[in-house]
């Protein structure tokens, strides 16, 4: 499975975006979705996540509220709806796929991985 995570930029304190992740080379019909960021000199932490049939998701304490994740399987992706960002959202997003349905704010347990896209929020 190939991910491909877009849809970063450079916004201001409050603003809006949206990242989505598509795939390749297999249906992400089956695999439960995460979204994870990593700012510069801190350690990847996780953001959001939804099963495979998108009956539960999970957030981050910190953009509960903010943020939401959401899945198109006939699509094959999942995307992440950022809203009323903050400096403090900066960082690099990945999405990621795994096999399984468990632990899916645990970033070891997932399989597949996309390259990051850059999301910068200004003061």
């Known amino acids: 499975v190939q991910l491909q995570a877009y849809g970063g930029g450079l916004v201001q304190d409050g603003a809006s975006l949206t990242l989505s992740c598509s795939a390749s080379?297999?249906?992400?019909?089956?695999?439960?979705l995460g979204w994870f960021r990593q700012a510069l000199g801190k350690e990847r932490e996780f953001v959001a996540a939804?099963?495979?049939?998108?009956?539960?998701?999970y957030n981050e304490v910190s953009v509960k509220g903010r943020f939401t994740i959401s899945r198109d399987n006939a699509k094959n992706a999942v995307y992440l709806q950022m809203n009323s960002l903050k400096p403090e959202d900066t960082a690099v997003y990945y999405c990621a796929a795994r096999k399984g349905g468990t632990y899916l704010y645990t970033d070891r347990v997932y399989d597949y991985w996309g390259q990051g896209t850059q999301v910068t929020v200004s003061s």
């Open positions: 939804i099963t495979w049939n998108g009956d539960k998701s």
């Open positions: 080379g297999r249906t992400l019909s089956m695999f439960g």
